[in-house]
């Protein structure tokens, strides 16, 4: 096509776009609830008030444990693969935090972690 003139969108283009828009909600989503937990542990039970510090420095172990092995694994079978399956293990966990509590208590939070 004559230069200046752009491209029409296919339905790749616009499959791609919806994929971009996902991922880029998930994350931002994953970021608040990581950024929020600090400000939510006020007002948690107070069955939890003893555990607060190990649930914060739970997720910064979390990060540590997981960026290198993450890396070495985006290495061999590709970043989106690694990322999807991070993200649908996070919201998978997330989803199951109230039914962990309702099940077995705080100790089943712990798993979700």
Known sequence: HPPG??????AAMHARDAQCYLLMGARTFQQFMRNVLAAVLVYMPEEISAQRGQMLS?????????????????????????????LLGSCLA???????????GVEYVWYTL
């Open 5 to 10: 003139r752009k491209k029409a969108p296919t």
């Open 58 to 86: 739970a997720v910064a172990a979390g990060y540590l444990l997981t960026q290198v092995p993450g890396g070495a694994v985006a290495d061999k079978i590709g970043a989106k693969n690694v990322v999807t399956v991070a």
């Open 94 to 104: 997330c989803m199951g935090m109230p039914y962990a509590y309702a099940q077995g």
